[in-house]
């Protein structure tokens, strides 16, 4: 294990990063639907980063690797789409309850998986995220199985009188980025705190965290609970944007998004998720564009992550991370020197 | 691995290039009145259906080509963007919301699934654009999925099944029928018709299994089928689906004990099986090319269709010719882009643009037509010449009334 | 239902266990010595099924094709192991995990730009065709064929193992590695050789599949979940436990299919959880 400095530490010497933070989020937040081409795309970025967000706290932070967190943000997705049919399309009640469902399942899933390590946890989530698949597949007066939900009426957020309907992607967008803003902020003092420290504590070394005194299966089923909850958030964004659910959500693939946006955007880094969604979506949007390629685009993605591991293993987040901390070195020994 | 890498970011650079010029162009354009009309039309290019979802595309293509020839439609050009569904109903919805968005088209047209085609009918819903769906469902021309600016160019699997039950059952060899249907929209709207079928014509049903869409062994199946003795197997599957549930069955010998019907084999799978599979398999079709000795407007759309593409056209193709366009005439005649009014200059049209006339009810927009039943030759007559027409059936006569489907 | 019935339905679930049971033997020799998840496997099926097509059509002989398409696949997993992933050893599992996919869309994306999204025709050699009598039933000659070939299959890989110093050497690497090297041997040509040879076997799944089920870009991306399912129930690692657990798992699936569809594809992943929580290292790993 290499010796690695966790970013916090070096942040929390500079008290200007507390406003640093949230305003170039806010920024960011602002001008990604006015950049890109369309909104639904700036949208769709945002479902994954917060999907990717979720993922990273098990992976990046914890060093848990998941191959089934599609089972989470698919559960997101049917739970906020069958409850919009069924009984009210009011985010208010949707969004809670797919956070809810996918904590139980979460709490479920990851009491069983925790049980065994390394490539067995790995195959574990593999196996429940299939098992769900093939159980939404079957059951298709529930689910509608391979023909996925129609009918979803569009989310609305009622607060009191006033009543705001999410009809279009900037809509969606609104609420996407002021859930984006909340969670990320949010992220970032759950990392500082010593439930952080500690699941960074396991990622390192498991045995010596526990020698130290920490109840890791306890930490670590917190972890995969709070991380499948934020999963099954993102699924149920996805449910508002689209206004459909599908199996795909469930499918093992999208499981493999969540892991390759984290890496892409740097696994273990709080930004990391946001940068590699916009990278891995914004890529593929740009790719199928060019009439070359069109639909030819996952061909240019797995040569992007062959280069990636090859040559940026830590992501282009973490990279940069990386490159910055030994700038600040350098001139702080120079300073030093100069002194 | 380098030049990998540099190659790759120059496709970037392009890419980025190519996305940001026609992004700055169209904002000027916007407003001219030159500006071209754009037809957004899903297909599965990738996954089961694959093969026959590149004819749908020739076919649709071959009707933009001649109106651009001609000069356009409205003095203006026709584009057609081609996008692919993978055959899953969500990456469909996603797709179709990008055309509509991104690319701001005014029609969407085209799809073969099912299922995909009925979520690309939600998104056209909301966004209040016209869409003339290629592919067979039966949901799609009734409440709460139709809308007005829904419709149906492809025949619905209650009036394909319909035709091929009634034939089968009355002139067959038995009335013992097991079905084996892929399990989603198409499949079970092909099962029920047949179980009405079934029970109209006093025939008894031995079995019913369910399958995944996109199976491909279905050695699993086949011995229950042969224990229950049918005399008719129904497969009610679509694209690569029927030629290895066919082929498999066959393998196993299930084609000297029953008949096997198969409500739709599309040209590309008839093709993909060949005769040793099909020979006397029974199936109906909205068109099979050979028809023309009968009907010269068939004749003409062969002639034009493998001209330009080299073989002969597919029912699928067909549709996507015929569906696009009868849109384009339509905007040609209103002198509008508005879905709306195209919409009801649509309704209650008669038009032949490929086979013989047929129209649109004015209920649900369901475009009635002629269905054609084939039987799989033997012996094939050249490559291409695979199927016997054994009869014809009037669309009329297999379409259920507006009220049975819930329209006022 | 009749005892003819019930013992085609066997016969049926052993061949369709058969050809997971050659995937599966790829996956855990590559499990087994590399410590890899080769997420490519399903991949290089369908790599291994369009070669095979493409050699029959090239010189009409089916046996022929039996040939080239695994031994042109070894050629060719030895060069992905030799440029990529002999690159990733002691990177952790993530890496490796991320490498196999990455390549695996390159591999699926790239037959489509290369033959386009609709596969060639691949159909039963002639010699293969039409059936044969079991004596409970009349059944096909080509799924017979590949009951045999599975077997002789595992026969070989067994003799490669056992009676070949090259198998020693891979015997040897994948309980202690570094003493192997210790001795003398050239651990990076044995890694390469093993991650040849079970690439190769995945090739040659998919050219015995072809004919049965089609050749299309991506015939693989089911079989490699499923043949995870086998290597994992089997035990990851182990030549025996992938040959029971390919015929098990084919034969319970096949009867599952009989009596209870609805839980064909659910069952293969209850039982994945069961033997994990169970007895991880499987039904014949060792820990």
């Known amino acids: 294990m290499e010796l690695k400095v966790p970013s916090e530490l070096l942040t929390a010497r500079r008290p200007l990063q507390a406003v640093v933070f949230p305003a170039a989020l806010t920024a960011f937040l602002v001008l990604l639907p006015i950049v890109l081409p369309y909104e639904a795309l700036a949208a769709q970025i945002l479902v994954y980063a917060l999907f990717s967000l979720g993922y990273n706290l098990l992976f990046g932070y914890t060093g848990l690797l998941s191959f089934g967190h599609a089972a989470f943000f698919g559960l997101g997705s049917y739970t906020a789409g069958l409850l919009a049919r069924k009984v009210t399309a009011n985010v208010l009640w949707t969004l809670p309850a797919a956070i809810g469902a996918g904590a139980v399942a979460g709490a479920v899933v990851g009491f069983f998986c925790l049980r065994r390590r390394g490539d067995y946890f790995s195959l574990m989530t593999l196996a429940f995220g299939q098992l769900l698949y093939f159980i939404a597949h079957q059951w298709r007066e529930v689910t509608g199985g391979d023909d996925g939900l129609r009918g979803i009426p569009v989310a609305h957020l009622q607060v009191g009188p006033w009543t705001f309907a999410l009809e279009s992607s900037r809509d969606v967008y609104v609420l996407l980025a002021v859930l984006t803003f909340v969670a990320f902020l949010g992220f970032r003092r759950l990392l500082s705190s010593p439930f952080g420290t500690a699941l960074q504590a396991i990622r390192e070394n498991e045995l010596r965290a526990e020698a130290v005194g920490y109840d890791t299966f306890r930490l670590k089923l917190w972890a995969f609970v709070l991380s499948a909850a934020m999963s099954s958030a993102a699924g149920a964004l996805n449910v508002y944007l689209l206004k459909f659910v599908g199996l795909n959500s469930l499918h093992w693939i999208t499981s493999g998004y969540a892991v390759l946006i984290t890496i892409l955007g740097g696994a273990g880094t709080l930004l990391g998720p946001l940068v590699g969604a916009l990278a891995f979506v914004g890529l593929q949007d740009i790719l199928s564009a060019i009439p070359a390629i069109v639909d030819r685009w996952p061909f240019f993605v797995g040569l992007l992550f062959i280069v990636c591991v090859l040559v940026f293993p830590h992501g282009i987040w973490g990279t940069a991370e990386r490159l910055q901390t030994r700038l600040r070195w350098r001139v702080s020994a120079a300073g030093e020197m100069g002194g | 691995m380098r030049i990998t890498r540099r190659e790759f970011l120059r496709g970037v650079v392009a890419g980025g290039a190519a996305l940001a010029v026609p992004e700055a162009l169209r904002s000027i354009v916007h407003a001219a009145p030159r500006e071209p009309i754009r037809i957004g039309f899903p297909a599965p290019l990738t996954g089961a259906f694959a093969d026959e979802a590149n004819y749908m595309v020739q076919g649709a293509t071959l009707a933009v080509e001649e109106f651009n020839r001609a000069g356009g439609v409205l003095g203006r050009q026709v584009e057609l963007l081609v996008r692919d569904d993978r055959l899953s109903p969500d990456e469909g919805a996603r797709r179709a919301l990008e055309l509509i968005e991104r690319e701001r088209v005014h029609f969407l047209a085209g799809v073969l699934s099912a299922a995909v085609q009925l979520a690309v009918n939600e998104v056209a819903k909301r966004h209040r654009r016209i869409f003339v769906s290629t592919s067979q469902s039966d949901k799609i021309v009734m409440p709460p999925d139709f809308s007005p600016w829904t419709f149906h160019e492809a025949l619905t699997p209650w009036m394909t099944s319909t035709a091929l039950a009634r034939y089968v059952l009355r002139e067959g060899r038995g009335k013992r029928v097991y079905i084996l249907y892929a399990d989603y929209a198409y499949g079970q709207e092909h099962t029920a018709a047949w179980r009405r079928v079934i029970g109209e014509v006093g025939a008894s049903l031995v079995g019913v299994d369910p399958h995944p869409l996109g199976t491909t062994d279905y050695s699993a199946y086949l011995p229950k089928i042969m224990a229950a003795r049918p005399d008719v197997l129904v497969l009610n599957n679509f694209g690569r689906d029927i030629v290895n549930s066919a082929k498999q069955a066959v393998e196993l010998g299930l084609k000297q004990r029953a008949q096997i019907a198969v409500p739709i084999i599309p040209t590309a799978a008839a093709l993909e099986a060949g005769p040793e599979v099909l020979g006397d398999v029974v199936c109906a079709s909205s068109y099979w090319w050979e028809v023309q000795e009968r009907i010269p407007k068939a004749k003409e759309f062969n002639t034009k269709f493998s001209r330009r593409f080299n073989r002969v056209p597919s029912d699928y193709a067909a549709y996507a010719y015929s569906g696009v366009r009868e849109l384009l005439e339509a905007v040609q005649r209103t002198g509008t882009t508005d879905s709306d009014r195209v919409a009801k200059a649509m309704e209650g049209r008669r038009y032949a643009h490929y086979k013989d006339t047929q129209y649109w009810r004015a209920c649900d927009h369901q475009s009635v037509q002629t269905i054609f039943l084939l039987r799989g030759r033997e012996r094939p007559r050249g490559p291409y010449g695979l199927f016997d027409i054994i009869a014809t059936v009037e669309g009329e006569r297999v379409i259920p009334s507006c009220e049975a489907l819930g329209h006022r | 239902m009749s005892a003819q019935a019930l013992l085609l339905q066997l016969v049926t679930g052993v061949v ?272």
């Open chain 3, 16 to 287: 369709v266990g058969a050809i997971w049971v050659i995937v599966a033997i790829g996956l855990s020799l590559i499990f087994g010595i590399l410590r890899i998840v080769n997420f490519a496997h399903g991949a290089f099926y369908m790599l291994g099924a369009y070669l095979a097509a493409f050699a029959v059509g090239w010189t009409g002989h089916f046996w022929i094709a039996l040939l080239v398409a695994p031994l042109s696949m070894a050629a060719f997993g030895v060069l992905v192991e030799r440029g990529l992933i002999g690159r990733l050893y002691g990177r952790g599992l993530v890496y490796s995990v991320l490498a196999t996919y990455a390549v695996s869309l390159v591999v699926i994306e790239g037959v489509k730009i290369l033959w386009g999204t609709v596969g060639p025709q691949f159909r039963v050699p002639a010699e293969l065709a039409g059936m044969v009598n079991l004596g409970f039933s009349l059944f096909p000659k080509y799924r017979l064929f590949v009951l045999l070939a599975t077997a002789l299959t595992v026969l070989g890989v067994w003799w490669w193992l056992h009676r070949t110093p090259m198998g020693l050497f891979v015997r040897a690497a994948s309980q202690d590695p570094l003493m192997t090297q210790a001795l003398g041997v050239d651990i990076a040509r044995v890694l390469a050789g093993a991650f040849g040879a079970g690439v190769a076997l995945a090739g040659l799944g998919g050219a015995l599949a072809g004919p049965l089920r089609g050749v299309f870009p991506e015939m693989g991306l089911d079989i490699l979940v499923e043949s995870f399912v086998v290597v994992v129930i089997g035990g990851m690692g182990s030549l025996l436990g992938a040959v029971v657990a390919g015929l098990l798992v084919g034969v319970v699936q096949s009867f599952t299919f009989l009596w209870a569809p609805v839980f064909a594809n659910v069952v293969l992943f209850l039982l994945m959880i069961a033997t994990l929580l169970v007895r991880p290292q499987g039904l014949f790993g060792t820990e």
